[in-house]
């Protein structure tokens, strides 16, 4: 055989090995579908909640599940991208904590059942018993009377890319996704190392928000802070839209001597989904080193419009966080008065090296910090 020839069928043995090999790996991935399902209105009754929306824990979704629906609203927004160019963009899907619950809570029983089905089952030994419909199940906390669909699937990767493309590789799936008539939704993933279901629920609502912040609800730890402590601002956060939120972006800006706002920390971000009708309580804590006397904080939600809100006017509320207080340097509990208080202030501050007990400003708390104070008392 000719060096050619042994080249040749070298080469070809290293493609056909790392050919089979790939194929091999790839086909470690399996997956599964069943035709989705959809259901307009319930006929004869009103649009609107049918009955009180039921109680459930606040939901924060998954980090796979956030991604799934990331991907959903990619494909909504550029179905070409995944080359379907001959659907038309379709707004974005908002996020619904109703459906994000049942649909986690059908994948779980999937799972937990070992079954794959929209409808609802119980294992009795080795029987699969029907418990209810996938439309009850939806409508059982999806309570408004809209178009309701589902799509399910499940993977041995727990992929999200992976089942979006499979969704959307499929024309009945790919309806479902596409359809403008869906406006909100949520998908609940829940599985094990060997199969991971995926459960995308949709609902029809009109989408209506308006987040919203009263000034009455925004308090300071402690009330009246000094320069240099470190103070809980709290707050809450109220949704009084009928869409849910997620997520929500908070910001916390300062201002001093009456000058303009800016920014003192980053984008915070509720951890779950705000529900409509709904408030949420928070807090951050603020450092307050180098901050003045009369130093201005404000919250303000959703400070880069991720929301189109029926009203903007309330998305922010203010406190004074250091309160102006005595033109004194003694008055160190800014009271107005420098007394008993102010001394017992300063000899914490002495302990701690307190800067703001620097009254002269002469490098460390000392003696004639003391007597500066004493002065004063008179």
């Known amino acids: ?129 029907f418990d209810r419909s996938w439309s009850d199940r939806v ?9 309701i669909s589902e799509n399910i699937a499940w993977n041995s990767s727990g992929s999200a890319e992976a089942v979006v493309t499979s969704w959307m590789n499929s024309p009945p799936h790919r309806e479902n ?26 609902g029809g609502r009109d989408i209506s928000y308006n987040l919203s912040l009263d000034p009455d609800d925004v308090s300071l730890s402690p009330t ?25 972006e ?9 000058g303009g706002w800016s920014a003192i920390t980053g984008d915070l971000w509720l951890r779950n989904i705000l529900e409509g009708g709904k408030g949420v309580s928070t807090y951050t804590d603020l450092d307050t080193s180098g901050y003045s006397r009369g130093t201005e904080v404000r919250v303000v939600i959703d400070p880069n419009g991720l929301f189109t809100e029926t009203d903007e006017s309330d998305n922010s509320a203010g406190i004074v966080l ?10 160190l509990t800014a009271d107005g008065v420098v007394d008993g208080m102010d001394l017992f202030r300063f000899a914490a501050g002495w302990q701690t090296l307190d800067w703001t007990c620097n009254l002269d400003t002469g490098g460390y708390v ?10 004063e008392m008179d």
């Open 1 to 129: 055989m000719n060096p050619r020839s042994c080249i040749f069928f070298f080469s070809l043995f290293v493609t056909v090995f790392f050919y089979g090999f790939s194929v091999a790996h790839a086909s470690e991935e399996t997956a599964g579908l069943v035709p989705p399902v959809s259901e307009g209105p319930i006929k004869g009754l009103p649009e609107g909640p049918l009955e009180p929306v039921p109680k459930f824990d606040p939901i924060q979704p998954t980090q796979k599940e956030y991604d799934c629906f990331v991907l959903i609203n990619a494909a909504r927004a550029n179905p070409a991208a995944y080359g379907y160019g001959e659907y038309s963009p379709a707004p974005p899907l908002h996020w619904n904590a109703a459906l994000l619950y049942i649909a986690w809570v059908h994948s779980k029983d999937m799972y937990e059942e070992d079954y794959f089905q929209h409808d609802s089952y119980n294992r009795v030994g080795d029987q699969l018993v």
């Open 139 to 147: 409508r059982s906390v999806y309570t408004h009377n809209t178009r």
């Open 177 to 202: 996704i596409m359809n403008p008539e869906h406006t909100e939704g949520a998908i609940g993933a829940y599985g094990g190392n060997d199969k991971v279901y995926f459960t995308h629920d949709f």
């Open 224 to 248: 009246q802070p000094n320069p240099g402590d470190t103070v809980r601002l709290s707050f809450i956060v109220w949704n009084n839209g009928v869409t849910d939120a997620f997520p929500v």
């Open 250 to 258: 908070v910001r916390v800006d300062k201002r001093e001597g009456g």
């Open 322 to 331: 250091i309160p102006a207080g005595s033109t004194s340097r003694g008055d």
């Open 366 to 375: 000392n003696c004639q910090d003391l007597v500066l104070l004493l002065k």
